[in-house]
């Protein structure tokens, strides 16, 4: 392998030197530049020899630009450049990989980063949770188009199915965002050894999982002020007295279709059945609303369809302790009636 931990380097997009302090895999190490520690791919770095060759003007050399510092890099990144493609916001998981006793690759652990591939920035809480049990949280920025190490979870402890949290907000709020987003990522042990399976046969070295494209839009309110509805016509009722602006309930009702309505002569079976059951649900409602004990509906004898239509709803209504048809005085069979519970 080309580089060793401990191995002087240069950063080429900065012109910065460091060391290397971790070999991560074949293409990927952790460096360290000024106490800043960070992962870079290794087409990304070279040794610094020939930098400092070239530096003791042993050649003619042009005055060298402004130097740039790795912790200044963010900073110069946030000038938006419209030739960056935006992609969005992902959680990346590095795998570091080690030899066995039998000279097999396996992973010792992953290393986990916040990827911002956007114009803007980001402030975030990260949450690291195994089940309930929080694991490791961090609250920070990440800039524009910068890869943001967290923490390094032992591989050992994927068994136990970690999930992320990870709440951002905007740096410079927008009145038309919103104040804050959630993305929750929750890892299934299975499905991540297939994803390493296929990360080793593919030759790559990450394995990234999407938090947001764009930052969300703050919800429209549809609060409609009180008075603009009252000047449109429309009644409008203090909630602490609504029971006292709504049809009383009944503890009997008669579903006759000649009961609801004075013209009927003109329906079908199918449309008579549809306005008798539009009147149960009313009265049901009303009944439940009003904390009745119990009530009695009158379906008649008939055919017993609307009586099976009715027994069916009463079976899955909430609310329902139990119904019962049974002979009386008054109905014979063409009544139930329902019992309550609260």
């Given at each position: 392998?080309?580089?060793?931990?401990?191995?002087?380097?240069?950063?080429?997009?900065?012109?910065?030197?460091?060391?290397?302090i971790?070999?991560?895999?074949?293409?990927?190490?952790?460096?360290?530049?000024?106490?800043?520690?960070?992962?870079?791919?290794?087409?990304?770095?070279d040794?610094?020899?020939?930098?400092?060759?070239?530096?003791?003007?042993?050649?003619?050399?042009?005055?060298?630009?402004?130097?740039i510092?790795?912790?200044?890099?963010?900073?110069?990144k946030?000038v938006?450049n419209d030739?960056?493609?935006?992609?969005?916001?992902?959680?990346n998981?590095?795998?570091?990989?080690?030899?066995d006793?039998?000279n097999?690759?396996?992973?010792?652990?992953?290393?986990?980063f916040?990827?911002?591939?956007?114009?803007v920035s980001?402030?975030?809480?990260?949450d690291q949770?195994?089940?309930?049990?929080?694991?490791?949280?961090i609250?920070?920025t990440?800039a524009?188009?910068?890869d943001?190490?967290i923490h390094?979870?032992?591989?050992?402890?994927?068994n136990d199915s970690?999930?992320?949290?990870?709440?951002f907000s905007?740096?410079e709020?927008?009145?038309?965002?919103?104040d804050?987003f959630?993305?929750?990522v929750?890892?299934?042990?299975?499905?991540?050894?297939?994803?390493?399976?296929?990360l080793?046969?593919?030759?790559?070295?990450?394995?990234?999982?999407?938090?947001?494209?764009?930052?969300?839009?703050k919800?429209e309110?549809n609060?409609i002020?009180?008075?603009?509805?009252?000047?449109a016509?429309?009644?409008?009722?203090d909630v602490?007295?609504?029971?006292q602006?709504?049809?009383?309930?009944?503890?009997?009702?008669?579903?006759?279709?000649?009961?609801?309505?004075?013209?009927h002569?003109?329906?079908?079976?199918a449309?008579i059945?549809?306005?008798q059951?539009e009147?149960?649900?009313?009265?049901?409602?009303?009944?439940?609303?009003?904390?009745?004990?119990?009530?009695?509906?009158?379906?008649g004898?008939?055919k017993?369809?609307?009586k099976?239509e009715?027994?069916?709803?009463?079976?899955v209504k909430?609310?329902?302790k139990?119904?019962?048809?049974?002979?009386?005085?008054?109905?014979?069979?063409?009544?139930?009636?329902v019992?309550?519970?609260?």
């Amino acid at each position: 392998m080309k580089y060793q931990v401990g191995d002087e380097i240069l950063v080429l997009h900065s012109n910065e030197e460091g060391r290397i302090i971790e070999i991560m895999n074949d293409k990927m190490v952790m460096i360290e530049v000024r106490g800043v520690k960070f992962p870079a791919y290794m087409d990304q770095i070279d040794f610094p020899y020939f930098k400092r060759f070239t530096e003791k003007k042993l050649f003619p050399q042009k005055a060298a630009p402004q130097k740039i510092y790795v912790d200044q890099i963010p900073k110069e990144k946030v000038v938006k450049n419209d030739s960056k493609e935006e992609e969005g916001v992902w959680l990346n998981i590095i795998p570091k990989f080690s030899l066995d006793d039998f000279n097999d690759e396996v992973v010792d652990s992953l290393k986990i980063f916040l990827s911002n591939r956007n114009r803007v920035s980001y402030n975030f809480i990260y949450d690291q949770a195994f089940g309930q049990e929080s694991n490791f949280s961090i609250e920070s920025t990440i800039a524009p188009f910068t890869d943001f190490y967290i923490h390094d979870i032992s591989f050992a402890q994927v068994n136990d199915s970690p999930n992320f949290s990870i709440d951002f907000s905007l740096t410079e709020p927008h009145k038309k965002k919103a104040d804050h987003f959630e993305a929750i990522v929750k890892i299934k042990p299975k499905q991540l050894f297939q994803k390493i399976e296929i990360l080793k046969e593919d030759d790559k070295a990450t394995i990234s999982y999407p938090l947001f494209e764009t930052y969300p839009d703050k919800e429209e309110d549809n609060h409609i002020a009180i008075d603009v509805l009252r000047n449109a016509g429309y009644k409008v009722y203090d909630v602490s007295k609504i029971k006292q602006n709504i049809q009383q309930a009944r503890s009997v009702i008669d579903l006759h279709i000649e009961k609801i309505m004075d013209r009927h002569s003109h329906l079908s079976n199918a449309e008579i059945l549809h306005f008798q059951l539009e009147e149960f649900e009313k009265w049901f409602e009303l009944a439940r609303l009003n904390n009745l004990p119990s009530m009695i509906i009158i379906h008649g004898v008939g055919k017993g369809k609307l009586k099976a239509e009715i027994h069916d709803l009463l079976k899955v209504k909430t609310g329902v302790k139990s119904f019962i048809n049974q002979y009386s005085d008054f109905y014979g069979y063409g009544a139930t009636e329902v019992f309550f519970a609260y």
